[in-house]
């Protein structure tokens, strides 16, 4: 794009957000942040992201010192409860480097914030939020709930889901949070367990006492609401019926459990004239296998790219939504189906997962296959 005097408005300073102002800015492009949450805010929010190897090679130039607490992963389990066949994913398989890493939220968004102070391309505005956009032909207003506006070549909407005002919670699935000494697995061993009331994943944590696990674990609202109020002997024997006597033994539980609604859903059009989605303002994944950030940071380092290669930002912005169209139905099909596929207790549907797992198992390139895709997406 040309260096256009008006800047890029990205709406919203999540991680997407922040991503994409430090990609544009190492192109050379400036952009205004408008975020309505305090950074502290933003700290707060403890759920860990499992960001695949292919984000982590994005994410770390774009943090240079800012680099946040990690930890790494080296093999995923896949398994099914009550049910024979398993899958590994090893970072052995994969040159010997690690899988991917995991990082906290918060600890993420500190970290991005960090970096867009040290870029002269970048300002963040806090405190503020979009409440209106009106497009032009050469340019696009957003207007700020104080009242303000800001003129912009181009809206790009990093801005999360807003829950739909006839969205009911209690129909969707809900995830709740937390951590869980493990004894028995190595450290850098992450789980995903799949359960007929939802699945469940433990993924490496990073900590400074010693070896933790991070608790994602699906089911309806009424049980996941249920369970933080639990005292830890009676969760500790939950989460062991669920994860099986021979995983590991959960050795303890520690600090707050939190429960998080579940929203999935996708745009239709990623662009209209000149404004743009992202991350998930453009789709809201189930954490299933913790693909949402990675998806939201490839649209990211694509939208940098096309408004970098050309001229007119409606032309970049068409490139970007072609470019994304196969990586996003890959993984937005893949997350919808395999919650739905590993609940069903119909008995074909059960045995053919059973061989499925153990079949992926047995089979070393359709293992790397599967592990490619979630680790760099469809390329
Ligand atoms: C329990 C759980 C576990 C997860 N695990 C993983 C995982 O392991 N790996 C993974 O890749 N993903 C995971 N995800 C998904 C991941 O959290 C999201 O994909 C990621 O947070 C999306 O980032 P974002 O910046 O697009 O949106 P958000 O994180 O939602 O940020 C949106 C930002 O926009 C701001 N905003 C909202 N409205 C406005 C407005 N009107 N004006 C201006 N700003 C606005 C908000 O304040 C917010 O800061 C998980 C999600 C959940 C719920």
Same mark, same amino acid.
């Given at each position: 794009?040309k260096?256009?005097?008006?800047?890029?408005?990205?709406?919203? +300073?999540?991680?997407?957000?922040?991503?994409?102002?430090?990609?544009?800015?190492?192109?050379?492009?400036?952009?205004? @942040?408008?975020?309505?949450?305090?950074?502290?805010d933003?700290?707060?929010?403890?759920?860990? *992201?499992?960001?695949?190897? +292919?984000?982590?090679?994005?994410? !770390?130039?774009?943090?240079?010192?800012?680099?946040?607490?990690?930890?790494?992963?080296t $093999?995923?389990?896949?398994?099914?409860?009550?049910?024979?066949?398993?899958t590994?994913?090893a970072?052995?398989?994969?040159?010997?480097?690690?899988?991917?890493?995991?990082?906290?939220?918060?600890?993420?968004?500190?970290?991005?914030?960090?970096?867009?102070?040290?870029?002269?391309?970048?300002? @963040?505005?806090?405190?503020?939020?979009? =409440?209106?956009?009106?497009?032009?032909?050469?340019?696009?207003?957003?207007?700020? /709930?104080?009242?303000?506006? @800001?003129?912009?070549?181009?809206?790009?909407?990093?801005?999360?889901?807003?829950?739909a005002?006839d969205?009911?919670d209690?129909?969707?699935?809900?995830?709740?949070?937390? &951590? =869980?000494?493990?004894?028995?697995?190595?450290?850098?061993?992450a789980?995903?367990?799949f359960?007929?009331?939802?699945?469940?994943?433990?993924?490496?944590a990073?900590? /400074?006492?010693?070896?933790?696990?991070?608790l994602?674990?699906?089911?309806?609202?009424a049980?996941?609401?249920r369970?933080?109020?639990?005292? %830890?002997? &009676?969760?500790?024997? &939950?989460?062991?019926?669920? *994860?099986?006597? !021979?995983?590991?033994?959960?050795?303890s539980? =520690?600090?707050?459990?939190?429960?998080?609604?579940?929203r999935?859903?996708?745009? $239709?059009?990623?662009v $209209?004239?000149?404004?743009?989605?992202?991350?998930?303002?453009?789709?809201?994944?189930?954490p @299933?296998?913790?693909?949402?950030?990675? *998806?939201?940071?490839?649209?990211?380092?694509v939208?940098?790219d096309?408004?970098?290669? #050309?001229?007119?930002?409606?032309?970049?912005? #068409?490139?970007?939504?072609?470019?994304?169209?196969?990586?996003r139905?890959?993984?937005?099909? =893949?997350?919808?189906?395999?919650?739905q596929?590993?609940?069903?207790?119909?008995?074909?549907?059960?045995?053919?997962?059973?061989?499925?797992? %153990?079949? *992926?198992?047995?089979?070393?390139?359709?293992?790397?296959?599967?592990a490619?895709?979630?680790?760099?997406?469809?390329?």
């Amino acid at each position: 794009m040309k260096n256009n005097a008006l800047p890029l408005a990205i709406v919203g +300073g999540g991680p997407t957000g922040l991503a994409c102002a430090l990609l544009l800015a190492r192109r050379g492009l400036a952009s205004v @942040v408008i975020e309505p949450r305090a950074l502290a805010d933003a700290q707060n929010d403890r759920r860990l *992201l499992a960001l695949a190897r +292919g984000s982590w090679d994005a994410l !770390r130039p774009l943090l240079g010192a800012a680099a946040p607490p990690t930890a790494a992963i080296t $093999e995923v389990h896949v398994s099914s409860a009550g049910e024979f066949g398993v899958t590994r994913l090893a970072a052995s398989d994969h040159g010997g480097e690690p899988l991917g890493a995991t990082v906290h939220y918060g600890d993420l968004v500190a970290a991005l914030d960090r970096a867009t102070i040290a870029s002269t391309q970048i300002e @963040v505005a806090r405190g503020r939020r979009v =409440v209106g956009m009106a497009q032009k032909p050469e340019r696009v207003t957003i207007t700020l /709930d104080d009242g303000g506006t @800001v003129d912009a070549a181009l809206a790009i909407h990093a801005d999360g889901t807003a829950s739909a005002a006839d969205e009911d919670d209690a129909a969707l699935p809900w995830a709740l949070i937390g &951590e =869980v000494v493990l004894a028995g697995p190595p450290a850098g061993m992450a789980f995903e367990r799949f359960t007929r009331d939802g699945p469940l994943a433990l993924l490496p944590a990073p900590s /400074d006492r010693g070896a933790l696990w991070s608790l994602v674990w699906c089911s309806d609202r009424a049980t996941v609401q249920r369970r933080p109020a639990l005292g %830890a002997g &009676e969760f500790t024997a &939950e989460l062991q019926a669920a *994860l099986g006597p !021979r995983l590991a033994r959960v050795a303890s539980v =520690v600090g707050p459990r939190s429960a998080y609604p579940l929203r999935s859903r996708a745009r $239709e059009a990623l662009v $209209e004239h000149r404004a743009v989605w992202l991350g998930n303002a453009a789709q809201t994944l189930h954490p @299933v296998a913790g693909q949402g950030f990675n *998806l939201g940071l490839r649209d990211a380092v694509v939208l940098a790219d096309e408004l970098a290669a #050309h001229a007119d930002a409606p032309a970049a912005l #068409h490139a970007y939504a072609q470019r994304r169209r196969a990586d996003r139905a890959a993984i937005t099909t =893949v997350t919808r189906w395999l919650p739905q596929v590993f609940a069903t207790r119909a008995a074909p549907i059960a045995a053919a997962r059973m061989l499925g797992l %153990a079949a *992926l198992d047995l089979l070393p390139p359709a293992r790397r296959g599967l592990a490619e895709l979630l680790m760099f997406g469809v390329r």
